[in-house]
Nanobody, 124 residues
Framework: QVQLVESGGGLVQAGGSLRLSCTAS????????MGWFRQAPGKEREGVSY????????LYGDSVKGRFTISRDNAKNTLYLQMNSLKPEDTAMYYC?????????????????WGRGTQVTVSS
């Protein structure tokens, strides 16, 4: 069974930065599209950013464009999310996801593998 473990969350002041990591195991990592999602209390889960298996294609949600950068290191089976210029509205639980199907990933449809999340809290 695929295992995804997020790390790097924490408490940061507005304007600060964090880098999230997601370490994957029990899968051929470079066969999978990867993504970061987040969910704030009382809100639906939203897609933050996605990256293709090769890393050549990336997509971002409108609310994070220009501030967040997704990347992956296939040799280390690790996905990253560099978050800069953080805002209080970025406060949420952040989840890593993996799926062989790019369309399922970017359409948030029946994604097959999820991590347990890491909390990001941005204070004003």
């Amino acid at each position: 069974q695929v295992q995804l473990v997020e790390s790097g969350g924490g408490l940061v002041q507005a304007g600060g930065s964090l880098r999230l990591s997601c370490t994957a195991s029990r899968l051929r990592f470079d066969d999978y599209a990867m993504g970061w999602f987040r969910q704030a209390p009382g809100k639906e889960r939203e897609g933050v950013s996605y990256i293709s298996w090769s890393g050549k294609t990336t997509l971002y949600g409108d609310s994070v464009k220009g501030r967040f950068t997704i990347s992956r290191d296939n040799a280390k089976n690790t996905l990253y999310l560099q978050m800069n210029s953080l805002k209080p509205e970025d406060t949420a639980m952040y989840y890593c996801a993996a799926d062989r199907d790019w369309a399922r990933m970017v359409n948030h449809r029946e994604i097959t593998n999820w991590g347990r999340g890491t909390q990001v809290t941005v204070s004003s």
